[in-house]
């Protein structure tokens, strides 16, 4: 029987969390166990989360996107979750329909690859797509983001396929085997926030063999802060620091 595991770190986005009634159905469903992870330790999280039958976790506090995920897989692993076992990570403010979340599963019923990710949009109607899909950055990206153009050049998802292979995905929305985040070991801890999702990608490809795959007709409405646009906010400093972490060691 293969589990699924959603992870869902909060930052203090627990209204996010609250109103997101579409969440509860989906945990509703055979075999599908969400996980929130709260950073900061909200009473009134953690007394919604015990009401509505969520698995919820704090300690410990103020540590990195990717360490909080690192923190719910162990958490998973400790609580039955098996090779087989599909790990998903979802921000808090991706809202994804019980209609898609369903056929989600079962797209991944009888999935061979091990990494995937999924199509998503901007606005509640759809229209607006993200550029959640992007080439893995090189040096020469520097130079374009000096222009005010991203140094991770994104894919033109009108011409890309469903089920093709991509560079990385927007960690807003990744899907793990279970076996293969243990491979990797998660998250690198090298990073506080940003380029983790972009690391782990590039390890799954170059050591483990694992491309992305995007699934191209499951949708999701990713709201999205986009703090690291504002170039005085300490958003932009840590995604400056991440960015030559990775461009340096990969």
């Not at 506090?61 to 076992?85: A, H, P, R, S, V």
């Not at 979340?101 to 901007?122: A, P, W, Y």
């Not at 926030?193 to 795959?213: G, S």
């Amino acid at each position: 029987m293969i589990n699924y595991y959603v992870a869902i770190v909060s930052h203090g986005h627990e209204d996010y969390i609250f109103n997101n009634n579409d969440l509860l159905c989906i945990n509703d469903l055979d075999n599908v166990h969400v996980v929130i992870k709260d950073n900061v330790a909200n009473q009134g999280l953690k007394g919604y989360c015990e009401g509505v039958g969520y698995n919820y976790i704090d300690l410990p506090l103020g540590i990195g996107f990717g360490e909080n995920n690192n923190e719910i897989f162990d958490y998973c692993l400790k609580n039955g979750m098996e090779e087989q076992d599909w790990f998903l990570i979802v921000n808090p403010d991706v809202n994804i329909s019980i209609e898609y979340f369903s056929k989600l599963l079962l797209e991944l019923d009888d999935e061979s690859n091990k990494l995937l990710t999924i199509n998503l949009f901007r606005d509640e109607k759809l229209t607006i797509s993200e550029n959640s899909l992007r080439y893995f950055p090189k040096w020469k990206g520097l130079m374009s983001m000096l222009r005010g153009k991203p140094v991770n050049t994104p894919y033109n998802k009108d011409i890309i396929e469903d089920r093709d292979e991509i560079d990385w995905a927007s960690g807003a929305f990744l899907i793990f085997k279970s076996s293969l985040y243990k491979e990797l070991n998660g998250f690198s801890y090298r990073y506080f926030m940003y380029f983790e999702d972009v690391d782990i990608c590039y390890r799954a490809r170059y050591q483990k063999n694992q491309p992305v795959i995007f699934l191209k007709n499951i949708s999701a409405v990713h709201a999205g802060a986009y703090a690291n646009r504002n170039v005085f906010s300490k958003h932009f400093r840590w995604y400056l620091v991440s960015l030559f972490k990775f461009l340096l060691g990969k």
